[in-house]
């Protein structure tokens, strides 16, 4: 909810759709279309990495963000092995200008 407290406050004509649980995350890409998504990696049900993954496998234009608090190197390396960018928590104003910047940005 903070997240998108976040941008709402700086993107207020977007459209954003939550989901509780990697698994609903998964579900939700199937039948929403959306161009972006953020994902932290400890949720509940599957990792968001592996969430992420899956979703990037039906929906590989999808942009995704992954937050978390535990930014070691193997975390970092699987955001980048999904062609994402791993955002460290807590969520702030720079954590979400991260985040905008990559969603609408990058290729």
Not at 17 to 44: H, K, Q, R, V, W
């Amino acid at each position: 909810m903070l997240i998108r407290t976040h941008i709402l406050a700086q993107r207020p004509h977007w459209i954003i759709s939550e989901a509780a649980c990697g698994e609903e995350a998964i579900a939700l890409a199937d039948t929403t279309l959306f161009d972006y998504c953020t994902m932290d990696i400890n949720m509940p049900g599957i990792p968001g990495t592996d969430a992420a993954e899956q979703i990037l496998a039906n929906h590989p234009s999808i942009k995704i963000v992954i937050f978390s608090a535990n930014i070691q190197e193997t975390h970092q390396n699987r955001a980048h092995a999904l062609a994402s960018i791993l955002v460290a928590k807590p969520v702030t104003e720079k954590s979400i200008a991260l985040t905008l910047d990559y969603f609408e940005n990058t290729q």
